[in-house]
């Protein structure tokens, strides 16, 4: 029993002192991003990598979401005859949840994993060392410029997963379901509100955050060789999207 | 304190070959438009094409040279310590791996670290450049204690070392020309111009031009420690750290790196302080050893000495021996 409970609290102690690094690192990014020289081109480069890299894999899962919305929403309102609302459900349900959430999930799979696995490799190879031992600081050089790249990729991919994502629900209920183009694109204009749109874009631009900010964390700390990488890599992405779950549950709460 | 050796005035001096074979080689070098500079360091190579002399006398002259400065270290010199640790303890995972380690690294000279593996040498090594810091103790770079500098101040201290990783430590997304020109890039403000004419000296010192383009992952062990060698020397650093330069490679090669090190070293007087398991073959090719073993220094000195060493531990690791105060199996 004693030993049992020596290990739970040797597990916590663990898991604040992980808290505690992962925050310190956070703060360190912001204060690297205000001291320049600004790296343009490693913020472009990055931009590509997370962001162009990422147009179809967001592309592809919108369309589906968004024809998925408009068969299931269209097979549960049709119960109740309130067919009509299907525009402003699938708009609504895509810009305040769906779009923020499957991007910053498929950005975490596609990108986010990649960045870990990046900067793991980078320092059991001594990469990151040789950087140091070099005189370039390597906050500024490798993490900045993929943290600033996030928060400006991920906006943008959600509103592309917006209009994308509204366009598949159209497709099922205009051209499959025969239902009215303009009903289902007029409810929209009436029912979507900018707050909406804001909420959406809020909860973006804190799962780009999120998502560079662990992974960058789980690859620059990475330790013991392939299996460190591997364990960073996996870890990196399970906690990067059950964060973005977390904080979504959060934000919509306050945002409501 | 030694001054740097100009290659062609070596071997004139030591008799290899004459004053005007080496004129006539400095002039076809000029006449190919190779820098004065480029010159300078590349002009052995010069005379071997000319046929003036032979690659093994060119060797056989350097090495001549570095033997008769390592004979008389001590003798002929007032040397200054460059890097210093006082009482240095460095815990890791329970293990005192540095155990109130006391040592000196001789500027201008070249200091070898030998000791068993996990013997803490690279360890060591970070110490010197603040990759790690001390439990407990003072490491100091000239006069600079390295332990409350942060920023810029410890990039300035870091500026005067270049460090040869073990792995080598190459830009994987980056090609060879491109990871020998990156700490111009990012820490000077030379033109592409002067950067170029840099990065194919040193290319052309460690003999790869022609690879510029390739990866590292397309490069050979070898190849792979010269490019590491070609980047750690492009910015002209006071103080060169290798760890384990010659790890890995096959007995050819290894001499090769040596002969660079002897090379370099006489033709710019960096200090330099080379980890290394080549055991006694680096001896020919160091001034001063420092014995490490667990965690302390058993030996420092002048690397003549360090065979005459009665120390059981220290006799049993240079002779290799299974039987003596290290049990390994």
């Known amino acids: ?46 931009v590509h990598f997370i962001g162009i890299r990422s147009l179809f894999v967001v592309a592809l899962t919108a369309v589906f979401a968004g024809m998925v919305l408009g068969l299931q929403g269209y097979y549960t309102l049709s119960r109740f005859g309130s067919e009509a609302l299907l525009g402003p459900a699938v708009a609504l349900s895509i810009i305040r949840e769906l779009g923020p959430v499957l991007s910053g999930l498929m950005v975490t799979g596609r990108a986010g994993s990649a960045l870990t696995a990046e900067l793991g490799i980078m320092r059991i190879r001594e990469q990151i060392d040789a950087l140091e031992v070099m005189g370039i600081a390597p906050m500024p050089f490798l993490v900045v410029p993929r943290i600033e790249a996030g928060l400006l990729v991920l906006p943008l991919l959600t509103l592309l997963f917006d209009v994308i994502g509204i366009w598949g629900g159209y497709l099922v209920a205009v051209r499959l379901l025969g239902m009215s183009g303009g009903t289902f694109l007029g409810g929209i204009e009436s029912a979507v509100e900018m707050h909406d749109i804001v909420t959406g874009l809020i909860k973006s631009v804190s799962f780009g955050l999120i998502v560079t900010w662990i992974c960058t964390y789980k690859g620059y700390y990475t330790r013991r060789g392939a299996e460190g990488v591997s364990h960073a890599t996996t870890s990196a992405v399970v906690l990067s999207s059950v964060l973005i779950l977390v904080c979504d549950y959060f934000i919509t709460s306050i945002m409501l | 304190m030694l001054s740097p050796l100009p290659l062609g005035e070596l071997l004139v001096a030591n008799g290899c070959v004459t004053a005007r074979q080496l004129d006539l080689a400095l002039q076809r070098q000029r006449a190919s438009g190779t820098s004065s500079v480029v010159s300078a360091h590349l002009v052995g190579r010069t005379l071997v094409e000319m046929g003036y002399i032979d690659q093994s006398a060119l060797h056989e002259c350097l090495y001549r040279q570095f033997a008769t400065e390592r004979e008389n270290y001590l003798v002929d010199s007032v040397v200054q310590p460059v890097i210093q640790f006082e009482r240095v303890v460095k815990v890791l995972d329970g293990r005192r791996v540095l155990d109130a380690v006391d040592l000196t690294i001789p500027a201008n000279r070249v200091t070898a670290i030998i000791g068993m593996s996990g013997g803490g040498k690279s360890v060591l090594l970070k110490h010197m450049v603040g990759l790690m810091k001390p439990d407990q103790g003072t490491v100091r770079v000239g006069e600079q204690p390295l332990a409350g500098l942060f920023g810029r101040e410890l990039s300035r201290v870091r500026g005067r070392f270049s460090l040869l990783f073990q792995g080598g430590a190459l830009f994987d997304s980056l090609n060879v020309y491109d990871n020998v020109a990156f700490p111009l890039r990012e820490k000077t403000k030379c033109s592409e111009t002067e950067i170029r004419a840099r990065v194919m000296r040193c290319l052309e010192e460690v003999n790869l031009v022609g690879m510029e383009r390739k990866y590292p992952d397309e490069l050979s062990g070898g190849m792979m420690k010269r490019a590491a060698l070609a980047r750690a020397l492009v910015t002209d650093p006071e103080i060169l750290l290798l760890d384990e330069p010659t790890a890995g490679l096959d007995p050819i090669i290894e001499n090769a790196i040596h002969y660079l090190i002897c090379d370099t070293f006489l033709r710019t ?22 014995v490490l073993h667990r965690g302390k220094v058993l030996f420092s000195g002048p690397s003549r000495e360090v065979n005459a060493s009665s120390d059981p531990v220290i006799r049993q690791f240079i002779r290799g021996d299974l039987d003596g105060p290290i049990q390994v199996i």
């Open chain 1, 1 to 46: 029993m004693f030993e049992q409970v020596r290990q739970l609290g040797a597990a916590s102690m663990d898991a604040i002192r992980e808290m505690g690094r992962m925050s310190l690192f956070l703060m360190e990014i912001f204060v690297s991003m205000l001291v320049p020289p600004y790296r343009w081109t490693r913020f472009l480069q990055q």
């Open chain 2, 269 to 290: 007087r960096y200090t330099m302080v080379i980890i290394s398991h080549a055991v006694p073959e680096i001896f020919k090719w160091c001034h001063h050893v420092i």
